[in-house]
């Protein structure tokens, strides 16, 4: 996870509490970056680069929900922390019903504040490592040829050597050189770790 995804994001359109904010995470040492609305993120392009999102809901313009949503149906899965007025709260549990992190409730308690986001960047680095190991072994299976791919399959389901020749009409050589070259790119040394390795992408 780079340092750039390590970010944690304030967009809230009351200048005192984004700038109370903004001090209490650098006050921590914790990077951050505010924004006064949801529309002047999305400006920015830099939402790539969140690694947790503290969201005002109610604010002038495009609302902390509306930027949810967005978020949701571009495929964005950064945690989300709202932070809701006593009013807000049923949206605020609706909002973690479809997905969102946590909610906070103003005024808000500083240190549980900053654990809470803490607790978001944790979980976004987790899932970012996910995505990437499971990036390389999809870029390892497609390194693999066709034949590759029906031996594998075959050793997959426990057949001997001899039942694969057998089955694809090769000599027992050839079968050893596809496995040893199946295991190779998938940097594996038995059937047991390709299986664990594979099992991941399910």
Do not use: Y
Request: glycine content about 6%; overall charge negative; some cysteine.
């Amino acid at each position: 996870m780079s340092a750039s995804e390590s970010q944690i994001f304030i967009v809230d359109d009351d200048d005192a509490i984004r700038d109370a904010l903004g001090w209490l995470f650098r006050s921590r040492g914790h990077a951050v970056r505010t924004w006064p609305s949801a529309e002047a993120l999305l400006d920015s392009g830099e939402i790539a680069h969140c690694g947790c999102l503290v969201l005002d809901i109610r604010m002038d313009g495009m609302s902390g929900l509306e930027l949810f949503g967005w978020l949701r149906e571009h495929s964005h899965t950064l945690p989300v922390i709202f932070l809701t007025g006593h009013g807000d709260v049923p949206m605020a549990v609706d909002a973690i019903k479809q997905g969102a992190f946590d909610f906070v409730e103003k005024p808000f308690n500083d240190n549980e504040l900053v654990d809470r986001a803490l607790a978001a960047l944790a979980m976004h680095r987790q899932q970012v490592s996910k995505r990437a190991a499971l990036q390389a072994i999809e870029e390892r299976v497609a390194q693999l040829t066709q034949r590759e791919i029906e031996v594998m399959e075959r050793v997959l389901a426990g057949q001997m050597n001899k039942v694969i020749a057998s089955d694809l009409g090769v000599t027992m050589r050839t079968v050893e050189v596809h496995r040893a070259r199946i295991f190779e790119k998938m940097g594996v040394r038995s059937a047991v770790e390709l299986a664990q390795v594979l099992a991941t992408r399910k």
